[in-house]
């Protein structure tokens, strides 16, 4: 089980009336790096689990989101993105809950 951290705040997911769940979320820039970068270091020190996302420039051809078999599609898609640009990388940190006996309770996610 594990919950987000904020980044500068270090505040879990809150929980929403509808039983949707919400995170803050901080657009780190050339201009704001120095500012964050302590709690960024942080967060991910103190992580259970770091999930990563990387947005690109492209896939490639659609033929290669196309093939039916995963290993030729897989090779296809890493192939392609060899020649691609990385323009947004996602870090989610999360760190395991312990509930008063010791155990894992709650859950959450990240984006």
């Known amino acids: ?30 201009e704001n790096i120095s500012e964050v970068w302590y709690d960024m270091l942080t967060a991910l020190q103190r992580a259970s689990f770091v999930a990563v996302d990387v947005e690109m420039s492209g896939l490639g051809g659609e033929e290669a989101l196309r093939e039916s078999q995963v290993d030729r599609r897989y090779a296809k ?10 323009v947004s990388l996602g870090l989610s940190c999360f760190s395991a809950r312990t ?13």
């Open 1 to 30: 089980a594990a919950v987000a951290e904020s980044v500068t705040t270090r505040e879990t997911i809150t929980m929403n009336k509808d039983g949707s769940y919400s995170a803050k979320v901080i657009n780190v820039t050339k």
């Open 77 to 86: 898609i890493a192939e392609a993105a060899c020649s691609r640009s990385i």
């Open 99 to 111: 509930g008063s006996d010791g155990s894992d309770s709650g859950s959450g996610s990240g984006s």
